[in-house]
């Protein structure tokens, strides 16, 4: 599985978007894991799932009322 990828296995309904998490989250998610591996970088990726009519938070059209459903460690954590 690699970043950027589209899996139309993961989910009965729709595909996913694999998508690298941002290192800045890695901390406040990972801590067991940077504990196990001793630092980041090591390899992370979020599954993305769409809104019920299959569009994905980058999407114009993506469904507001999801968008907060699903984190989205791909940004850059706001200030």
Not at 41 to 57: C, N
Request: net charge negative.
């Amino acid at each position: 599985m690699a970043a950027g990828q589209q899996r139309d296995d993961l989910l009965d309904r729709h595909p996913v978007v694999l998508k690298q998490v941002d290192l800045r989250w890695y901390r406040e998610f990972f801590g067991r894991a940077i504990s196990f591996y001793r630092r980041p970088p090591f390899p992370v990726l979020e599954v993305v799932w769409p809104d019920p009519e299959g569009r994905f938070p980058w999407d114009p059209d993506f469904d507001e009322k999801y968008r907060e459903l699903q984190p989205r460690l791909w940004l850059k954590p706001e200030a």
